[in-house]
């Protein structure tokens, strides 16, 4: 069983930044690719970024598109999302998300799909204050 936990959010100005952290825990000795999806208060879960197991595909929702930066450091089973300009818009719980490691590898139709993912964390609330 893999457990994801996610780290980094908070309060933050508009305009400011923020990088959220996420852990797969135990080491699983596996690489996984995974993805960071949002949920703000009454709103579907939405597709924010996603990174393949090598880092060298990256994929990115078009509300964050060149403001969020996705990257992974495999040595820690860590994946970051960095936060840049962040608006009110913003605001909402950020969930890490990993695919199986015996399933299909994202793709880019596939990588925005809840489907894909087997294992959520608990998530981290990030709040943007105008």
């Known amino acids: 069983q893999v457990h994801l936990v996610e780290s980094g959010g908070g309060l933050v100005q508009a305009g400011g930044s923020l990088r959220l952290s996420c852990a797969a825990s135990?080491?699983?000795?596996?690489?996984?690719?995974m993805g960071w999806f949002r949920q703000a208060p009454e709103k579907n879960r939405e597709f924010v970024s996603a990174i393949d197991w090598s880092g060298s595909s990256t994929y990115y929702g078009d509300s964050i598109k060149g403001r969020f930066t996705i990257s992974r450091d495999n040595a820690k089973n860590t994946v970051y999302l960095q936060m840049n300009a962040l608006k009110p818009e913003d605001s909402a719980v950020y969930y890490c998300?990993?695919?199986?490691?015996?399933?299909?590898?994202?793709?880019?139709?596939?990588?925005?799909?809840?489907?894909?993912?087997?294992?959520w964390g608990q998530g981290t609330q990030v709040t943007v204050s105008s």
């Open positions: 998300a990993a695919p199986s490691p015996f399933g299909p590898a994202l793709t880019d139709r596939t990588v925005g799909s809840l489907t894909q993912y087997d294992y």
């Open positions: 135990p080491h699983t000795g596996t690489i996984l690719s």
